[in-house]
C-alpha cells in the first residue's frame, strides 16, 4: 500500500500533474463550447471529479489536503456543473479511501509495542472515517471505555514533506479550480499547520486544553482524551455519537440548523473571547450534532494568541464596531498593522474591514449565506479586488493571517446553514461581556460564572 499510496517523489508529482493536465484540457472545451452556446453532453463533469477525488485520496498526505482546500473554492464552471466537483472534493473531507487494515495495525502495534488487538478489549479494522493524514477506528478499552483511534498513515510525513517541496506542481491543479487564485496561500496554509498535524502528543496537549476549559459545557462538547495510549502517531479519545454536518445541513430541519449554526458561532468566538484559544480548522467534518448540542472533535491546529495580541484585536475590531475610524487606524498602528507607505489605501482598508465584520455590523438579524462567503472570500484573496492590492500592502501578523482564514471558513460553514441571529448581541456577550441575548447564551452564562471560578488564570 505504501508505493500505491505514498509513493515516490516523482511517481507522485507526476500523477498530480496528469489530473491537472487533463482536468484544465476539459475545462477548457467546456468554456470554448459555452462561448458558442452549445452544451456538450460527453464531457462527463462527474466522472472527471470523481477521478481528481479518487487520485488524492489514494496518494494522502498534501495532495490530498489540497483537494480538501479545494472543495471550498469556486470552480470557474457554471453552476450546474459546479456541484459536481465541490461534491466530489468533499469527499476528501468526510469519506476520503481508507489505508490497509495491515498497514494500521503495523503503526499501532509499533506504537504500542502489543497489536491493537491486545491493546484493546475490542477494535475495528475498519475505518470510521480517513482524512489527509490519518484515519480513525473504533475501540474499546479494556475498562469498558468506547474510543476512536486515530492513526498517522506510514510515511505520511514524508509524502507531505515531499509534495511541498514540490509545490510547483499542484499549479494546474490549483488553477484549474481556482484560476483567480493564487497557489501560494494555499501552501502557505499547509507549511502553517504541517508540524502541529503530524505530532498527534502536541494535538492532544491542544485538544485537553479545549477538554479542560469546557468541561461541564451545557451544549459545547470536548472529547475527553485516553492519555496513556496516545503517541506522536496514535490519539485516542473517548468516542462520540452524533449526526453528520452535511446531514443536518442538507436536511429539513430549520430550528435544529439555526441551532447548530449558533453554537459553532459561540464556540468560535467564545474560545477567543475567554481562553484566547482559537481552533484553527473549522471545516464541516470536524462537526458532530449530538441530542444535546455539538461535538468538536479535530484539534490538529490550535492557536494560541498572546495577551497583547488578543487585546490589540480588540481594540481594532472595537472601534470598527463603534464607527471609530481615528480609533481604528490608531489601534491598527499600534499593533503593527500599519507600514510607512504613502502609497497605502487607508479608505479601502477601512471599508474592507467592514465588510469582513459585515455579520455584527449590518442590521440585525443578520443571516449568513453562501453568497457572502464567497464575496468576503473574493474580496481577500481574488486579484481581481478592489482590495486585493491594499492587502498586500499592510503588515498582516501571521496569527492574524490565520484568523483571517478561519474566519472566512467559518462563514462558509454558517452560510450552509442559513444561520440567521442578532451576531452582535452574541459577540458583545463575549468581547464586551454583555448579557445574554438568546436562550443558549443564558445556559452559556451560568455555565460561564460557575466555570471560571475553577478555572486556572490564563
Not at 481508507?98 to 497489536?115: F, N, Q
Not at 477506528?137 to 476512536?148: E, P
Amino acid at each position: 500500500m505504501a508505493d500505491k499510496g505514498l509513493g515516490g517523489r516523482i511517481n507522485r508529482a507526476s500523477r498530480i500533474a496528469r489530473i491537472g493536465a487533463t482536468g484544465a484540457s476539459g475545462f477548457a472545451r467546456a468554456r470554448t463550447r459555452r462561448a458558442f452556446g452549445v452544451d456538450d453532453p460527453d464531457l462527463a463533469h462527474a466522472e472527471v471529479a470523481e477521478r481528481i477525488a479518487d487520485v488524492l485520496g489514494e496518494m494522502k498526505g498534501a495532495a490530498m489536503k489540497i483537494g480538501q482546500l479545494l472543495s471550498l473554492v469556486d470552480v470557474d464552471l457554471p453552476p450546474e456543473v459546479r456541484s459536481a466537483y465541490h461534491d466530489a472534493l468533499a469527499k476528501l473531507r468526510d469519506d476520503a479511501p481508507p489505508m490497509d487494515p495491515a498497514a494500521i495495525v503495523k503503526v499501532l502495534t509499533e506504537e504500542h509495542g502489543a497489536s491493537p488487538h491486545e491493546t484493546f478489549a475490542a477494535f475495528d479494522e475498519k475505518a470510521l472515517a480517513a482524512a489527509s493524514i490519518g484515519q480513525v477506528h473504533a475501540a474499546t478499552t479494556h475498562d469498558g471505555r468506547d474510543v476512536v483511534v486515530k492513526v498517522q498513515y506510514p510515511g505520511v510525513a514524508k509524502a507531505v514533506r515531499d509534495d511541498l517541496a514540490n509545490a510547483e506542481v499542484f499549479a494546474p491543479l490549483a488553477r484549474m479550480f481556482a484560476p483567480n487564485q493564487e497557489i501560494g496561500p494555499l501552501l502557505d496554509e499547509l507549511r502553517e499547520r504541517i508540524d502541529d498535524e503530524l505530532d498527534y502528543l502536541r494535538e492532544a496537549q491542544y485538544q485537553r486544553a479545549f477538554a479542560t476549559r469546557y468541561d461541564g459545557h451545557p451544549f459545547i462538547h470536548v472529547p475527553a482524551l485516553v492519555p496513556e495510549l496516545c503517541t506522536e502517531k496514535v490519539l485516542v479519545s473517548e468516542r462520540v455519537h452524533g449526526r453528520r454536518f452535511d446531514e443536518v445541513a442538507k436536511g429539513d430541519d430549520e430550528e435544529l440548523k439555526q441551532r447548530v449554526g449558533e453554537i459553532v458561532f459561540r464556540y468560535a468566538f467564545g474560545s477567543i473571547g475567554r481562553f484566547r484559544l482559537f481552533n484553527g480548522d473549522p471545516h464541516p467534518g470536524n462537526y458532530l450534532v449530538t441530542d444535546d448540542g455539538v461535538a468538536f472533535i479535530d484539534y490538529g491546529s490550535v492557536k494560541m494568541f498572546t495577551r497583547d495580541r488578543h487585546e490589540s484585536m480588540r481594540e481594532i475590531e472595537s472601534s470598527v464596531v463603534a464607527g471609530d475610524r481615528d480609533g481604528f487606524f490608531s489601534a491598527m498602528r499600534r499593533s503593527g498593522f500599519l507600514p510607512d507607505d504613502p502609497q497605502l489605501d487607508r479608505e479601502a482598508l477601512w471599508d474592507w474591514f467592514n465588510l469582513y465584520m459585515t455579520p455584527v455590523l449590518a442590521e440585525q438579524p443578520f443571516t449568513f449565506t453562501r453568497d457572502f462567503a464567497a464575496r468576503l472570500l473574493a474580496a481577500t484573496s481574488d486579484p481581481r479586488s478592489e482590495y486585493y492590492g491594499m492587502l498586500r500592502r499592510i503588515s498582516l501578523p501571521p496569527d492574524y493571517l490565520l484568523l483571517t482564514r478561519i474566519h472566512l471558513g467559518l462563514n462558509s460553514v454558517l452560510g450552509r446553514l442559513g444561520a440567521t441571529e442578532d451576531w452582535r448581541a452574541i459577540r458583545a456577550e463575549y468581547a464586551e461581556d454583555g448579557p445574554p441575548s438568546t436562550e443558549l447564551g443564558e445556559l452559556d452564562a451560568a455555565w460561564w460564572a460557575r466555570r471560571r471560578e475553577t478555572l486556572p488564570a490564563i
